[in-house]
């Protein structure tokens, strides 16, 4: 039966599958130097990508010690990080540093964004001021807001103007957290609002112009067309932003090592400490196999709702 089929088949199929197979050839030898091209990119993603969590992948499984070799402990890992009650409150501190950032943050960009394409003047001037900021060392950022949140440095100075008592930003545990939010929200939007600003420019004009002969004001048009048409991009830069504050740790623990009292301490810092402070390496890549697995899900989440969008 199976060489009948064979000798039955349509010849028309035979012939483009035959004619095929030189066009793929003819395909490979035409694009052959840009693939080259892509090969390092690919190599260097590879190594420095995939070999890190797979080596973590195993890693976590084993008591890391790089003098007297690695010893399995399968569970003992991540039994010993799902028990640690730091690691309650780092996860604790990292959910509300990620509601901070979209709170006080998140909109930001999206604001200064709308905002300047509504300028009709001094429109470059405004885009390079605000992108200024994400261009600050964070050696120079750090000592600078550190300076600025002195109890007796400018801020408290300001608000010694109106009459409020001074505000201890980095050392007062209900203060800490959010003072690290206005800084890395002062630092980071310029960056953001760059890309949701090419998104507003992107809105054909003749929208905007149709609305206003339809009477809608400023705050309708922002309403009914550039927010709509933003969308799908506020999704992916919310998702975005939540995989990265839930990575955060640099100004945590460069400007108060996860004080006062471990309420700046978020799950990345506890890694950390747990590699670097108590040579802990198997807990600490057990930790963060967990944080892959959360974030993978994410990412999954990303892909399922732009699936469904397109």
Known sequence: MNQTAVVNENPGAQMERKS??????GRW?????????????????????WVPILKGLVYSFYHVDFVSGNTFVGFDNYARALTDPDVLTAVKNTLYYMALC?????WVPIAFAIAISELRRFGGFVRVAAYLPFVVPGVVLYGLWRWLYD??????????????????FLTDTRW?????VFMETWQQFGSGMLIYLAAVLSIPRDWYEAAEIDGAGVWARIRHITLPSMRNLIILMLILQVIGTSQGYQSQMALLDGGPNNTTLTYALLMVK??????????ATALGMLMFIVLG??????????????
């Open 102 to 106: 979209f709170v006080l943050g998140f």
């Open 176 to 180: 800490s957290m959010i003072s690290l």
């Open 274 to 283: 747990y590699a670097f402070t108590k040579l802990d390496y198997g807990t």
């Open 297 to 310: 899900g994410l990412g999954v989440l990303q892909f399922k709702l732009n699936k469904e969008d397109n």
């Open 151 to 168: 109890p007796v440095g400018p801020i408290n100075a300001l608000l010694g103007t109106f009459g409020i008592d001074q505000i201890a």
């Open 29 to 49: 030898k035409k694009n052959f130097w840009g693939y080259m091209f892509l090969v390092p990119a690919f190599v260097i993603f590879i190594l420095f990508m």
């Open 20 to 25: 095929s197979t030189p066009q793929r050839n």
